[in-house]
């Protein structure tokens, strides 16, 4: 694409977010909304909108060339993503759910369900490819020096003897040489065969008349039944039955299109360079040529306002300190509406503060007056009264400041001079002509501080006096600084540099290698029938696709980006929780590929026997928790969560030690600020056997992931069987797979097709094409999730805050509804209970 579509691409994603924020923020702001559906809508619409313009953003910032508008791109992007993730929060607050259906807004907006899709903006990687490579370099060089990599995959190799192996290579030497004889005895048996049937039949030879037709009638049947399947295939192709022979081959247009975007990337880094280069150069030479001409204006003007101030007081006027500006106070041109603003936010604080105290007086007197009325009815009043409003949001100010300033700087800019997108350069003199005024600034308020103070010596015969005690104060405040300072964490390991920490942790096995999987091998269909149940009050089951946008809300885009990170609702800990087999650990791998994010490895499990002691434990921590800051982004995973906070510890496992994280996991979380990047992602295949207070007080959000439903077992097959041979699924009955494999787990499906698709049938497949039930002998060797285990996660998922929330909201939403059916109140809560 060129680059206009990218530009045009921006300026419609500013044009729609425009609207967007003109809705967003009103003249007159909006009454609170009581009627939650609406409330809901609302969100789900914006959400929607947000969303499509994020798409639209990061393609444009992946692809534009142009380092200053690359710039602003990223500012309202970033803001864009956070703005995101808060209205998610809104509405998994107002819904008391983390899975929200959204198919009849799509229907509304004429949108497809990729819509939802939510992208992973490219530059959380290619912004540090390098930085990441090298990285990976030294992991990979650590393994094989400690032979941790080895010893990996010696685990999963099954340790053989030597006479053993000398026994199955004689075995299989064996049957390969008596295979072989077999097949020479055939031959030559067939041979012998062939001669004596010729000896017999020698003399009675076809007459040509009587083999003619018979050579013909086998021509005919076949040449025919392939004619017929060709048209079967043809008519299956227009019906949009079957993809068209070269559906999965990538298309020359396909082919260039990827070759001008990593040119394009090339060029964006050219561009880049040259920016980086004009911005010094251009600085220095302003300050060569312009420095002296801002010099001696500003000297004049302050000269200027030292003389009117004497003359309208009499005295020369006090300079500005530094810290409050300088000159730049004298000069501050205000507009008459700054003013007003200033003084309306004056007036505001003064009034708040009357409210305030008036408030208290009044909270004070009704303490004294009546203990009888109850507090709980009038809070919940005043609630129903106030009912839905949206909450401040911390990003859309700096989409709005970026918006103004494509709108002030790029939306009408005359460009037909910048073919190839490069930088400006009068935007670069306006910004560094800024800079180099500031510098100037300052010398000159240094100089004329000492001409004014020469001034008032001379004409007003006064004393430098002031200076002294200001020298006072300044050092009062120092000193009110350094006693509010909060006491820094000790660093247990002040002498050692960040690589030795790293191969230490590496060669403990705590800092792993995330497996190669991204999120779009993790396979799922989006669910159709979300709303459409929700309304039939029918909990839906959420599908794999909803687990993946939640993971990258939660977890990939906080993670990949700094500002998101420290502004967003703050999210420390995710939990994974699903039966075995459904990808749990997949996903950790996958976030840990998306962002660049190291892993470390805190199971109980792989902690056991390591760094022993109390302070061991304390020096690990320590460790990893120095590597995660200095390298972020970083996720900490904990294999088999629900163990550290076992109800009561399984003798076979007392050795282990599990609970060992128990009491410091929570000082951990508490010591991670929120500029800290890093992400602890547990995941159990068994959460209800922890205590769930202690273990949802650590782990605050929950996901829970379902066994695949239909569409997404559809998908799964059909994507696992083409990636092992590419055409063997256009034979094979996918739907009545996907129907008998309900219960079954994805890692169910990937060891079926595993066992099946081996080499060798892949081999046969152009002679013997793959049917269905080639897959039925592996499949009923595996254990599927079976109604209890589900209903177990349920029960389980029920009992945590977000659960009994909920249910605690849908009790009270059955109670109203039997009141207002003329119900006794009992009743209705009998009904809640039961369901
Ligand atoms: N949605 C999916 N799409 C494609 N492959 C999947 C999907 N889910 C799981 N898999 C595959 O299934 C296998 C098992 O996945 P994984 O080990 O992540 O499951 P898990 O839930 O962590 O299991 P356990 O709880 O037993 O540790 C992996 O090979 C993974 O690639």
Redesign the pocket.
Known sequence: MSHTFYNKMWGEAQQALCHLLQQEMPDVPPKPEKDRMAAAQLLSTLYIRYLQIFRSLELAYDQMTHPQKRRVVRLVLDGVMGRILELKNELVELEISEFHYFDDILQDLKMGPECLEIPIPKYFIKEKLKVLKERERILSEILQRTGTQESETAKAVKQMSLDEAVRVIQVSERARQGRLRAKFMTEIYLEEKRERLAKLHGEKALDPEVAAPLIQKVWQGYIQRKRTKQHRETEMIFLGMMPPPNFSKVSMAEVLARKTESLRCQLQEQHEAEYQHSLAHIKDSIRETESLDMKETLQDQIRQWFIECRHATGKFPDFPDEDDGGSNVIFAQKTPEQVAAELAAKEEAKEKKKKEKGKKEKEKKSGKKGKNKSKGKKGNEEEEEEGWKMSASTFLPDITSANQTYQGVWQNREEAWNLHQSHDPELIKEEKRKEVEEEVRVQVDELMRQELLNLKLSVDREKSKKKKSKKGGKKKKKGKKSGKRKKKEKDLTPNRTIDSLYEELVTEGLLIKP?P?QLS????EYSYLGTTLRQADIEPMPS?SD??QLLVLYGILPLGCESVHEKAPSMKTLL?A????????????AICNETGANLFNLSPANIAGKYPGKSGLQMMLHMVLKVARQLQPSVIWI?DAEKTFYKKVPKTEKQLDPKRLKKDLPKLLKSLKSEDRILVVG???RPFEADIKSFCKVYKKIIL?PR?DYA?RLV?WK??ITVRADSASASVNISALAKITDGF???????AVENVLNDRRVGQLSRKPLTAAEFLNSLCRQEPVYKEEEEAFKGWYAKTPLGRKRSKAKSSGEEDTGKDKGKGKKKGAKKGKKK
């Open positions: 497996k999987v091998d993790y396979l799922g794999l687990v993946k994974l699903g039966p075995s087999g459904v990808g749990k650990k997949m996903l950790v791998n294999d995941t159990s295949q992931i695949p997404s799964l994507q696992l787990t994805p890692a169910h499906i990937v060891q």
